[in-house]
Nanobody, 119 residues
Framework: VQLVESGGGLVQPGGSLRLSCAAS????????MRWYRQAPGKERELVAA????????NYADSVKGRFTISRDNTKNTQYLQMNSLKPEDTAVYYC?????????????WGQGTQVTVSS
């Protein structure tokens, strides 16, 4: 199982970034997908989530209206479009795949990608 994030980097406040998470080794289309982030000295927090069909999404209040989560099940990839970035969005962003099926929980994580918002 692999989840490989990409697209992080340094961006000025007000700028945009698009994160990608390429999945392999499991049936991507059967998993709900999430983006988490962890800033220095803080706990990991859920940023955005999308169901396995892509039909439902949820966002942390702090990113609503600025971030958009999406997925392409034909490419086994999920995305996080981040607009109007703020310094407080600086964190390591992690891709997560989650499934609870017939009582069996599967929870996979990527290695993370650094996003730094600074002038």
């Amino acid at each position: 199982v692999q989840l490989v994030e990409s697209g992080g980097g340094l961006v000025q406040p007000g700028g945009s970034l698009r994160l990608s998470c390429a999945a392999s080794g499991f049936t991507f289309s059967r998993f709900d997908m999430r983006w988490y982030r962890q800033a220095p000295g803080k706990e990991r927090e859920l940023v955005a989530a999308i169901t396995w069909t892509g039909g439902s999404t949820n966002y942390a209040d702090s990113v609503k209206g600025r971030f958009t989560i999406s997925r392409d099940n034909t490419k086994n990839t999920q995305y996080l479009q981040m607009n109007s970035l703020k310094p407080e969005d600086t964190a390591v962003y992690y891709c997560n795949a989650y499934s609870l099926w017939l009582g069996i929980r599967r929870d996979y994580w990527g290695q993370g990608t650094q996003v730094t918002v600074s002038s």
